[in-house]
């Protein structure tokens, strides 16, 4: 992995190889920040900088030995340490390299790291995978020995909020007294969860959100996506690649909302009563997880057909359905009536939350809206 295969993160792409270059490398280097951002990819970038025999220009050759090995996942200096779940019939709790094959997988379909795959990739997408306190017993043993090729030893550690109390009181007591040719490179979702006297001792970088062009080029890439959908679905994952991957997975779902919200419209503006009633239903009959989000879909696009009465094309964030049917809505939401419209969604969601009896809320939801479009 080289800093140039990774998407946007400039400024801290040159602070990893300034320290690098400046051989100020601290001991524990701590990446923080939201899931889908390319921490660990920016991690695995830093260590193969740091082992490249031939740095240029502020990043790995690529064609060195050391580099070869960082690609094929084969650098004898060069340690994973990630949250595993236990096997069948094993009589002793798991370390990480019980399972290397499925991690070398992971990390080649997977660049952004999203734990919800990792655990799919494991076989079981129910079981919580953490760090036990084996893996630190594995990780003070492999230590010991002295680097061979390089001059120093890595681990890539992920998700080190995962590590049970046992676990991460041991490792708490490698960082603390530090063997002067390993480096620990961490990267965390939830830095709140690790173990304080772990985080204190860590230099700490905060890696925050990808720009939505970043993301929007990233999809554009690597899916067979057109650009304008490709930002629209940027701009709703909020800086994390993960989750505009998972929105793409979903797009049958999305295309369902836009109907749904379409027919609602249709309806309200003809203030169709019994066809209402029916869409209520329809409606009800969805999973509590899909009301919820599809109101907040209501609420994004109300958002989003107010903005477009401003004609400026760059501010709105429609993919290419979306707009072409608010073209013909928008001139229906205005100052008038969206903050009364955004709510009547809003307080949907929370009343979906609460168990409410779903079909007497969306009828009332669209009884609101007939009110609401004419005013």
């Known amino acids: 992995m080289k800093f140039s295969d990774i998407h946007g993160h400039s400024s801290i792409k040159e602070q990893l190889v300034a320290l690098a270059d400046s051989d100020r490398i601290p001991h524990a280097l701590l990446l923080e920040g939201k899931q889908g951002t390319g921490k660990f990819a920016l991690a695995r970038a830093l260590a193969q900088y740091i082992h490249c025999e031939n740095r240029q220009n502020g990043d790995s050759c690529g064609v060195c030995p050391s580099c070869i090995q960082h690609q094929t996942f084969n650098h004898i200096d060069t340690i994973f340490s990630y949250p595993v779940i236990k096997k069948k019939n094993s009589t002793r709790p798991p370390v990480s390299d019980d399972y290397s094959e499925e991690w070398h997988q992971f990390l080649e379909e997977d660049g952004y790291m999203d734990l919800a795959t990792w655990m799919r990739v494991l076989g079981n997408p129910s079981t919580q995978p953490q760090m036990y306190v084996t893996e630190s017993d594995d990780l003070i043993h492999k230590l010991a020995f002295t680097s061979h090729r390089s001059r120093y030893k890595i681990v890539l550690m992920w998700l080190p909020e995962r590590m049970n109390e046992q676990c991460a009181n041991k490792m708490l007591k490698l960082i603390e007294e530090p063997l002067g040719d390993s480096i620990f490179i961490i990267t965390s979702d939830n830095p709140g969860e690790i173990l304080p006297t772990i985080y204190s001792r860590c230099r700490r970088i905060e890696v925050n959100r990808l720009s939505d062009s970043d993301v929007a080029d990233y999809l554009t890439e690597n899916f067979a996506i057109e650009p304008q959908d490709a930002v629209a679905i940027a701009h709703t994952a909020e800086g994390?690649?993960?989750?505009?991957?998972?929105?793409?997975?979903?797009?049958?779902?999305?295309?369902?909302?836009?109907?749904?919200?379409?027919?609602?419209?249709?309806?309200?503006?003809?203030?169709?009563?019994?066809?209402?009633?029916?869409?209520?239903?329809?409606?009800?009959?969805?999973?509590?997880?899909?009301?919820?989000?599809?109101?907040?879909?209501?609420?994004?696009?109300?958002?989003?057909?107010?903005?477009?009465?401003?004609?400026?094309?760059?501010?709105?964030?429609?993919?290419?359905?979306?707009?072409?049917?608010?073209?013909?809505?928008?001139?229906?939401?205005?100052?008038?009536?969206?903050?009364?419209?955004?709510?009547?969604?809003?307080?949907?969601?929370?009343?979906?939350?609460?168990?409410?009896?779903?079909?007497?809320?969306?009828?009332?939801?669209?009884?609101?809206?007939?009110?609401?479009?004419?005013?």
């Open 240 to 375: 994390s690649v993960t989750e505009a991957v998972r929105q793409l997975s979903v797009a049958d779902e999305s295309r369902l909302y836009l109907a749904k919200f379409m027919e609602l419209m249709r309806l309200a503006y003809q203030r169709k009563i019994v066809e209402l009633r029916k869409w209520s239903v329809e409606v009800s009959e969805m999973s509590r997880e899909q009301q919820m989000a599809f109101m907040r879909y209501c609420t994004r696009l109300m958002r989003e057909n107010f903005i477009m009465n401003l004609h400026d094309p760059e501010l709105n964030y429609l993919n290419r359905a979306e707009a072409d049917f608010s073209v013909r809505f928008s001139p229906f939401i205005n100052e008038r009536n969206v903050e009364r419209l955004v709510s009547t969604f809003d307080n949907a969601i929370t009343d979906v939350a609460g168990n409410t009896n779903s079909k007497i809320l969306f009828f009332d939801v669209a009884i609101r809206v007939i009110l609401l479009l004419r005013s």
